[in-house]
C-alpha cells in the first residue's frame, strides 16, 4: 500500500444505488485526490450493476455485518483467538432481530481499513453530501461545493491530530414539533438544551462560509469524520449499547459520540466547520413534518436510542472528568414519565410508553454495558500490539 492511501467507509443497510457514493468519489477527483478504496459494510443485498460501476472508479471491498470471512481470516492471522474476534466483531442480534449496534457495523469498516493498510479513513453516511447549504428562503436554496477529502487532509495530517470531524448543514435531525410537556420528555433523553430549536425552528442549517471556526472537540460525528489511522495506538474501537424491551431489539445512538472522550487529552479531535449537507429525510427541500408516520418512527427511535445510550455516556464522561448530567437520574426519570406519556397522548402512539421502562433496564444493564466495554478495550489493546509488531 502506497503512503497517503486514502479510503472512504460506508455504513448501509443494503447498497442499491450510487448516490451519494458516486457524488463522492467526483468530489474527491474533481479536486485533485485519489481515493483508490471504498469500504463497505452492509447487511442485506448490494446491487450487483452498483457494485460494478464503483468498481471502475475504485477497488471496492464489501464486508457483511455478521459474516465476513475475509476479516475473520485477517484478525486470526495476526493474532486474535476467535472469542476475541467475537467481542470486536460479534452480532449477537443479528438471528433473531435482524440489528446490529452501530459500534459494531462501524467497527466492520474500520478493520477493512486496517488489513488493507489504509492511512486516511474517511466515514461519511448514505444522507450525506459533499456540499453545504447555503441558502434558503420560501423554498429556494442554494450550495456550494468543497473540497471534503482536502478540508480534512488539511488537518489530519497535523503530527497531533487523530480526527477530523463537523457538523451538518440542512434540517435538524428531528421536525419542529411542540406539547405539552415537551420539555420533560426531552429532560428525560438529556436532550433539553434542543427545546427552543425543536419547538421553535423549521428551517434548515445554512452556512455561507465554511473553515474558519475551527476549534479542538470531544463532538465526533460519524457521518463527517476522517481517522489517520497511523495513531492506530491511540484510535479506540467505536462501541454504542443495544437494548431487548418486549422482544424487539432497539439500538442505542451514539457511538461517535462515545468515540469523543476516548480519544480526548491523547492527540486532538478537531471541528473542522465543514457543515456538509444532511438529506436526513430523505425528501429535500420538503418540510419535514412530524405528524408523516417515517418522521414520527425516526422521532421515536431517536428517543429510544439516547435513552438508551445515556447511562453509558453518563458514566464515561465521569471517566475522563467530563461534562456529566446536572439532574440526578431519579428526577429525569420522573421528567421521562411526565414526557412520554404526554407525547403518547400527542400522537396517539403507545410506543412512547416504552421510555421509562427503557429508560430503568439501561441503568440496570450499565454494568454489563461497562463489562463489554471493558473488554471490548482489552482485546483492541492487543490488537494494536499485534498490528504494531508487524
Known amino acids: 500500500m502506497e503512503k497517503d492511501s486514502k479510503a472512504f467507509g460506508i455504513i448501509t443497510r443494503s447498497l442499491l444505488k450510487l448516490e451519494p457514493i458516486n457524488t463522492f468519489l467526483e468530489n474527491a477527483k474533481e479536486h485533485g485526490h485519489t481515493v483508490k478504496h471504498l469500504i463497505i459494510s452492509y447487511e442485506d443485498e448490494i446491487d450487483p450493476s452498483v457494485l460494478r460501476t464503483l468498481q471502475q472508479e475504485c477497488h471496492v471491498t464489501t464486508v457483511k455485518r455478521g459474516n465476513a470471512p475475509i476479516l475473520d481470516s485477517f484478525l486470526l492471522k495476526l493474532g486474535l483467538t476467535k472469542d476475541e474476534i467475537k467481542t470486536i466483531l460479534g452480532t449477537p442480534y443479528n438471528k433473531r432481530y435482524g440489528m446490529i449496534a452501530y459500534g459494531t457495523s462501524r467497527n466492520y469498516v474500520l478493520i477493512a481499513a486496517l488489513m488493507l493498510g489504509i492511512d486516511y479513513l474517511m466515514f461519511f453516511d448514505t444522507d450525506i453530501y459533499p456540499k453545504i447549504l447555503t441558502e434558503f428562503h420560501d423554498g429556494k436554496y442554494d450550495f456550494i461545493d468543497i473540497d471534503f477529502v482536502g ?60 473553515s474558519t471556526n475551527i476549534f479542538d472537540t470531544q463532538k465526533a460525528l460519524g457521518g463527517n469524520m476522517a481517522l489517520d489511522l497511523s495513531k492506530i495506538d491511540i484510535i479506540p474501537p467505536f462501541f454504542s449499547t443495544t437494548l431487548i424491551l418486549d422482544d424487539e431489539c432497539f439500538l442505542g445512538r451514539g457511538e461517535d459520540t462515545l468515540f469523543g472522550p476516548e480519544v480526548h487529552g491523547l492527540g486532538r479531535c478537531v471541528d473542522i466547520d465543514l457543515l456538509i449537507f444532511h438529506n436526513c429525510f430523505g425528501d429535500f427541500p420538503n418540510k419535514p413534518e412530524i405528524t408523516k408516520q417515517k418522521n414520527l418512527d425516526r422521532f ?86 499485534l498490528l504494531t509488531k508487524e
Not at 405539552?180 to 423549521?202: A, C, H, N, T
Not at 416504552?354 to 478495550?377: C, G, R, T, V, W
Open 151 to 210: 478540508s480534512h487532509l488539511k488537518y489530519l495530517r497535523d503530527n497531533d491530530v487523530i480526527l477530523t470531524t463537523s457538523d451538518y448543514s440542512g434540517y435538524y435531525i428531528i421536525p419542529k414539533m411542540n406539547f405539552p410537556y415537551l420539555m420533560e420528555l426531552l429532560r428525560g433523553i438529556q436532550k433539553e438544551d434542543r427545546f427552543y430549536y425543536i419547538s421553535s425552528v423549521d428551517t434548515p442549517v445554512t452556512r455561507d462560509i465554511h
Open 300 to 385: 421515536y427511535y431517536a428517543c429510544m436510542g439516547w435513552v438508551i445510550r445515556n447511562p453509558f455516556l453518563n458514566w464515561i464522561r465521569n471517566k475522563y472528568a467530563l461534562a456529566a448530567e446536572e439532574i440526578n437520574i431519579e428526577k429525569r426519570y420522573e421528567s421521562l414519565v411526565i414526557g412520554s406519556g404526554s407525547a403518547a397522548d400527542y400522537f396517539n402512539d403507545e410506543r412512547f410508553l416504552k421510555l421509562p421502562k427503557a429508560f430503568q433496564l439501561s441503568y440496570q444493564k450499565l454494568d454489563d454495558d461497562i463489562k463489554h466495554y471493558e473488554n471490548l478495550m482489552f482485546v483492541w489493546k492487543k490488537l494494536r500490539r
